[in-house]
């Protein structure tokens, strides 16, 4: 029978296996290799003020730029890097990398960084965020982790003590794609949440309706009185984004604003920015 992926592989090939489990294990060889290679980067998408326009905070998204399957998007090589225990290397280098950009920025600019659970349980984990932050000299308070309801499935002294541990060294916390878990309200109760990220899926798609903006609107009513901000997701129109403004969102994010975009186009964003205010307030 035909072999798959040269001699090497011939004597692991099953026909059964499918085309996406293939994939899955050259991904997970290759993921390894790929931060050496210098194949992958950090992207960034702001997060933007609905109420002044102007960027808040910039969301580090990882990209692969693999040499020969292309863009490989999160999606695909996240759950992989978690299976097998790459993530705590990836994560911690994305997390160093995003800092070395946003030292960059002016001040009250803050960088968001996705945290997956398993990241969170590894020994050491505050500790290596930590001295990423110290190694690229971005203050704690300019970082914000986002984290998902999955985190709190198995919820152990881990979970509690990784966020304490940061928390008291001044780094926020989001819950991200807020809707989509579990979505006890428990944990936004015991966790000191800065965020709620409301998930894509309430603002755009084909089950958004009369209900969903219901939902936002209660979610987002709950941050005004917990003194949280609510950020949308997926804002892809301006119909979208005058919605969830009516809502009561503060923040918003999507491709109506930007997509994520390279290191350097994030600091051509915020300077434009600071430009137009500066051409503002010297306006007669
Ligand atoms: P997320 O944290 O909820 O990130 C938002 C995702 O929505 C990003 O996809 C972003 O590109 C996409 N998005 C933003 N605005 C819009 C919009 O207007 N329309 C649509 N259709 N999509 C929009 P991306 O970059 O593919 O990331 C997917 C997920 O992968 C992320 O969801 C996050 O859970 C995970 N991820 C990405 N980067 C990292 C990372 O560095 N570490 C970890 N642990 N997970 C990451
Ligand atoms: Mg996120
Ligand atoms: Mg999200
Ligand atoms: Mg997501």
């Given at each position: 029978h035909?072999k798959?992926?040269?001699?090497?592989?011939?004597?692991?090939?099953?026909?059964?296996?499918?085309?996406?489990?293939i994939r899955?294990?050259?991904?997970e060889?290759?993921?390894?290799?790929?931060?050496?290679r210098?194949?992958?980067s950090?992207?960034?998408?702001?997060?933007?003020?609905l109420e002044s326009g102007?960027?808040r905070?910039f969301e580090?998204?990882?990209r692969?730029f693999h040499p020969?399957?292309g863009?490989l998007?999160p999606?695909?090589?996240?759950?992989?890097?978690e299976?097998?225990?790459v993530?705590v290397?990836?994560?911690n280098w994305i997390?160093a990398?995003a800092?070395?950009a946003?030292?960059?920025?002016?001040d009250?600019v803050?960088?968001a960084?996705?945290l997956?659970?398993l990241q969170?349980?590894?020994?050491g984990?505050?500790?290596?965020?930590?001295?990423?932050l110290r190694e690229?000299?971005?203050?704690?308070?300019r970082l914000e982790l986002e984290?998902?309801?999955?985190l709190?499935?198995d919820?152990?002294?881990?979970?509690?003590g990784?966020?304490e541990?940061?928390?008291?060294a001044?780094?926020?916390?989001?819950l991200?794609?807020?809707?989509?878990?579990y979505?006890s309200l428990g944990?936004?109760d015991r966790f000191?949440?800065?965020?709620i990220?409301?998930?894509?899926?309430f603002?755009?798609g084909p089950?958004?309706?009369?209900?969903?903006e219901a939902?936002?609107?209660?979610?987002?009513?709950?941050?005004?009185q917990?003194?949280?901000?609510i950020?949308?997701?997926g804002?892809e129109t301006?119909?979208q984004?005058s919605a969830?403004?009516?809502?009561?969102?503060?923040l918003g994010?999507g491709y109506?604003?930007?997509?994520a975009v390279?290191?350097?186009?994030a600091?051509?964003l915020?300077?434009?920015e600071?430009a137009?205010e500066?051409?503002?307030?010297?306006?007669?």
């Amino acid at each position: 029978h035909a072999k798959v992926g040269g001699k090497n592989r011939s004597r692991f090939y099953d026909p059964a296996m499918s085309r996406t489990l293939i994939r899955r294990r050259e991904i997970e060889h290759e993921l390894r290799a790929a931060i050496q290679r210098d194949e992958l980067s950090i992207f960034f998408q702001p997060i933007v003020d609905l109420e002044s326009g102007r960027i808040r905070t910039f969301e580090a998204l990882v990209r692969w730029f693999h040499p020969e399957k292309g863009e490989l998007t999160p999606d695909e090589f996240i759950p992989v890097a978690e299976e097998t225990g790459v993530i705590v290397t990836l994560g911690n280098w994305i997390t160093a990398q995003a800092a070395r950009a946003a030292v960059h920025w002016p001040d009250d600019v803050s960088l968001a960084v996705n945290l997956s659970p398993l990241q969170i349980k590894a020994p050491g984990a505050a500790l290596g965020i930590l001295s990423a932050l110290r190694e690229a000299g971005l203050d704690p308070s300019r970082l914000e982790l986002e984290v998902t309801e999955s985190l709190f499935l198995d919820d152990n002294h881990a979970t509690a003590g990784f966020i304490e541990a940061l928390s008291s060294a001044g780094v926020h916390f989001a819950l991200d794609d807020f809707g989509t878990g579990y979505s006890s309200l428990g944990y936004i109760d015991r966790f000191p949440f800065r965020k709620i990220k409301v998930d894509r899926s309430f603002v755009s798609g084909p089950n958004v309706g009369r209900k969903s903006e219901a939902i936002i609107r209660a979610v987002a009513e709950m941050g005004a009185q917990l003194d949280m901000e609510i950020v949308a997701e997926g804002l892809e129109t301006v119909d979208q984004v005058s919605a969830v403004r009516a809502a009561g969102c503060t923040l918003g994010q999507g491709y109506y604003f930007s997509r994520a975009v390279p290191d350097y186009l994030a600091a051509v964003l915020l300077a434009q920015e600071r430009a137009t205010e500066a051409v503002k307030r010297t306006a007669v």
